[in-house]
T-cell receptor, first 111, second 112 residues
Framework: EDKVVQSPLSLVVHEGDTVTLNCSYE??????LLWYKQEKKAPTFLFML????IEKKSGRLSSILDKKELFSILNITATQTGDSAVYLC???????????FGTGTRLTIIP | DGGITQSPKYLFRKEGQNVTLSCEQNLNHDAMYWYRQDPGQGLRLIYYSQIVNDFQKGDIAEGYSVSREKKESFPLTVTSAQKNPTAFYLCASSEDTRYGYTFGSGTRLTVV
């Protein structure tokens, strides 16, 4: 059974801090790993990763995948209150038409 | 604008009643999904459909039913057999799953 584990479950930091969110997976026939941000309702897409060691970057957010150690990290630098959200990690595998999600990390930024 | 519309946003139901959640997309996506989200448990798959008139059970299908009569629509019925239906329900669609989903805004169902 495919498994995706995120850590920590929740994190509270002060504005301006840098945070690292973790996602590890145990799946068969890995194809891609995706990160989503969920503020109140609909999760919105952040990154898709398929290759090890290639950093994806968007503003203050960045993510990288390690296919040997089976994990990904999501970094957020100079955090702002607008970064407060649940961050979801999901994995897609070959031959499977659905994503497997982790439990999410709830990030709270204190002004 | 293309997207997914879920309705209603909030729904209250008495115990013992069936209720249907609507999900409509105009993205021309073949695949559609229903997930349930509970605090601390992430997203759990209820049902999914790859094409019209075909659908598969997910991990927690008991107490739920779906139909896929049109490409654009994938309604979810929460039946009285669902023992703990109070949750946030998310609908999603996809053109190619490796690139992820487009999500609707969700329906929060409360059983009173």
């Amino acid at each position: 059974e495919d498994k995706v584990v995120q850590s920590p479950l929740s994190l509270v930091v002060h504005e301006g801090d840098t945070v690292t969110l973790n996602c590890s997976y145990e799946v068969t026939n890995f194809r891609s790993l995706l990160w989503y941000k969920q503020e109140k309702k609909a999760p919105t897409f952040l990154f898709m990763l398929t290759s090890s060691g290639i950093e994806k970057k968007s503003g203050r957010l960045s993510s990288i995948l390690d296919k040997k150690e089976l994990f990904s990290i999501l970094n957020i630098t100079a955090t702002q209150t607008g970064d407060s959200a649940v961050y979801l990690c999901a994995v897609h595998t070959f031959g499977n038409e659905k994503l497997t999600f982790g439990t999410g990390t709830r990030l709270t930024i204190i002004p | 604008d293309g997207g997914i519309t879920q309705s209603p946003k909030y729904l209250f139901r008495k115990e013992g009643q069936n209720v249907t959640l609507s999900c409509e997309q105009n993205l021309n996506h073949d695949a559609m999904y229903w997930y349930r989200q509970d605090p601390g448990q992430g997203l759990r798959l209820i049902y999914y459909s790859q094409i019209v008139n075909d659908f598969q059970k997910g991990d927690i299908a008991e107490g739920y039913s779906v139909s896929r009569e049109k490409k654009e629509s994938f309604p979810l019925t929460v039946t009285s057999a669902q023992k703990n239906p109070t949750a946030f329900y998310l609908c999603a669609s996809s053109e190619d799953t490796r690139y992820g989903y487009t999500f609707g805004s969700g329906t929060r169902l409360t059983v009173v």
